[in-house]
């Protein structure tokens, strides 16, 4: 039954989030990426990942799945189903000391199924004043579990403005979606040195003001 529902759910899901947001999407060069993806972006909003998924065509669309925080998204009967059952989200628990399975496996194992990701690499929403946070390891173990995988660095604009911390009533505003060069782990590469080359990939599509 509850497929049933799912489906037409995500219909209306996609056509309020265009609705709302005017959402435009930018292409590195115009073009899609060829293979299979690990799309990852800044991270200011519950609605980050419905706005990349809705921009997607629908072949890729079909084959994504976000990565999200299961204490967010199983907090409730409506968060759960659209969570696992509107979009098959990836949920992951955050807390250490009471999960069950390791978050990279987790992901490995979409990844294995055929699954494109939708990842937030910074781990949490940035309520800060910085431009993004420190960068989690989930995206460099990652890229070394499957370099068959095209790492694409997305940059979220205005989003976090459509539906500021504590409002209940979306603000219309008009958000793009930039799509940057796919890059990926480069032999040899180190932890560190990968992620800040994964981190200035996406400042680089920021705009101006917010990166600098």
Same mark, same amino acid.
């Given at each position: 039954?509850?497929?049933?529902?799912?489906?037409? @759910?995500?219909?209306?899901?996609?056509?309020?989030?265009?609705?709302?947001?005017?959402?435009?999407?930018?292409?590195?060069?115009?073009?899609?990426?060829?293979?299979?993806?690990?799309?990852?972006?800044?991270?200011? #909003?519950? /609605?980050?990942?419905?706005?990349?998924?809705? @921009?997607?065509?629908?072949?890729?669309?079909?084959?994504?799945?976000?990565?999200?925080?299961?204490?967010?998204?199983?907090?409730?009967?409506?968060?759960?189903?659209?969570?696992?059952?509107?979009?098959?989200?990836?949920?992951?628990?955050?807390?250490?000391?009471?999960?069950?399975?390791?978050?990279?496996?987790?992901?490995?194992?979409?990844?294995?199924?055929? #699954? #494109?990701?939708?990842?937030?690499?910074? /781990? %949490?929403?940035?309520? #800060?004043?910085?431009?993004?946070?420190?960068?989690?390891?989930?995206?460099?173990?990652?890229?070394?579990?499957?370099?068959?995988?095209?790492?694409?660095?997305?940059?979220?604009?205005? *989003?976090?403005?459509?539906?500021?911390?504590?409002?209940? @009533?979306?603000?219309? *505003?008009?958000?793009?979606? %930039?799509?940057?060069?796919?890059?990926? *782990? @480069?032999?040899?590469?180190?932890?560190? %040195?990968?992620?800040?080359?994964?981190?200035?990939?996406?400042?680089?599509?920021?705009?101006?003001?917010?990166?600098?």
């Amino acid at each position: 039954m509850k497929s049933l529902i799912a489906k037409p @759910v995500a219909v209306i899901v996609l056509l309020f989030a265009r609705a709302i947001t005017a959402v435009r999407p930018f292409w590195h060069e115009g073009r899609l990426p060829r293979r299979r993806s690990i799309f990852f972006a800044n991270h200011s #909003s519950h /609605g980050d990942f419905i706005l990349i998924w809705a @921009v997607l065509p629908p072949r890729l669309r079909r084959r994504v799945r976000p990565v999200a925080g299961a204490d967010y998204w199983l907090k409730s009967k409506l968060r759960s189903f659209i969570g696992r059952d509107v979009f098959n989200a990836v949920l992951i628990d955050r807390n250490r000391d009471a999960r069950t399975m390791d978050p990279v496996e987790s992901m490995g194992e979409a990844m294995k199924e055929g #699954s #494109s990701l939708i990842l937030f690499p910074e /781990g %949490t929403r940035n309520q #800060s004043d910085a431009s993004l946070q420190p960068f989690k390891s989930g995206l460099f173990h990652l890229a070394a579990l499957h370099p068959d995988f095209e790492l694409v660095p997305v940059w979220i604009a205005n *989003l976090n403005r459509v539906m500021p911390k504590g409002e209940f @009533v979306p603000i219309p *505003l008009i958000c793009t979606v %930039t799509f940057g060069e796919p890059m990926h *782990l @480069v032999d040899g590469e180190d932890k560190d %040195t990968f992620l800040e080359r994964a981190r200035e990939a996406l400042l680089a599509l920021a705009p101006k003001k917010v990166a600098e």
